[in-house]
């Protein structure tokens, strides 16, 4: 049945380039991604970069002819549009063919300032221009330390997703990022990893039904590379990763896409 289960669920890779390269780098960094997808990957797993906006563009009218690989933002405003100077809306996004958009990550949190219904707003912004929400959740070290971490992890689902119906939020892939774990060197073991996607799982399971937590992707980022991933991926819950610095190198990239078990 664990089978079964595992293939209804997409394996997903997703690249968060961050605030790093240039125009140039960026669509040559891209090329060389989609080509050796091409070359390489035997499968059915997914892969998005995630690039900053003044990529975008140009890799989602490159990614038309790479059904392997599709694109998506780093962020969206949560209104339409108005006097928001700086700020990128998810109607924009959307009119340039960008498919998915990363919501909540840490950093978004912890240096602007992103609130639980801050994220909610966003996310009801993506899913209203039809695009697919990375929802982002994790605690930080102190949080795990003082044995809050499950409590803050139900509260940003609670107050960040699970005001959607069971339709919308079938449309959400979930990341957990374990703060602690991002840009340290630090990656959670495959167990704690494990441990967290399936309460993820059984608190989804809990707010809709086990159906719809089966079908849910939940995908580690932190700190995840070519060295762990195939332990992490490995594990029952594990579906994939949001992969930071790791996918700013072709060759690592691409060998974490190669990780999931044959």
């Not at 975008?56 to 690989?69: D, G, N, Q, T, Y």
């Not at 899913?127 to 102190?142: N, S």
């Not at 992707?217 to 949001?242: H, M, Q, T, V, W």
């Amino acid at each position: 049945m664990l089978d079964k289960i595992n293939f209804m669920r997409k394996k997903i890779v997703a690249g968060n380039w961050k605030m790093n390269l240039n125009y140039t780098e960026g669509v040559s960094l891209f090329s060389e991604i989609v080509n050796m997808v091409n070359d390489e990957v035997i499968g059915n797993q997914k892969v998005v970069i995630c690039s900053s906006f003044i990529h975008l563009s140009a890799i989602s009218h490159l990614a038309k002819s790479h059904p392997k690989v599709s694109v998506g933002a780093q962020n969206c405003h949560q209104t339409q549009s108005g006097a928001y100077t700086g700020e990128v809306s998810a109607s924009m996004i959307q009119s340039i063919e960008v498919k998915y958009v990363i919501i909540g990550h840490s950093e978004r949190r912890q240096y602007f300032s992103e609130t639980n219904l801050i994220l909610s707003e966003k996310v009801d912004a993506a899913l209203k221009h039809e695009l697919t929400p990375i929802f982002c959740i994790g605690e930080t070290l102190e949080q795990r330390n003082n044995n809050t971490h499950f409590t803050v992890l139900k509260s940003q689902l609670s107050e960040g997703v699970f005001n959607l119906d069971e339709s919308e939020f079938k449309k959400l892939i979930i990341a957990y990022e374990p703060v602690w774990a991002i840009g340290t060197g630090l990656t959670a073991s495959p167990e704690q990893a494990q441990e967290i996607h399936e309460f993820i799982r059984k608190e989804i399971a809990v707010q809709y039904t086990q159906a719809v937590a089966d079908e849910c992707s939940i995908l580690y980022g932190g700190s995840c590379n070519s060295k762990n991933a195939a332990e992490l991926f490995a594990k029952p819950d594990i579906d994939g990763g949001l992969i930071g610095g790791a996918s700013l190198k072709s060759r690592d990239f691409v060998d974490i896409i190669k990780s999931f078990p044959k």
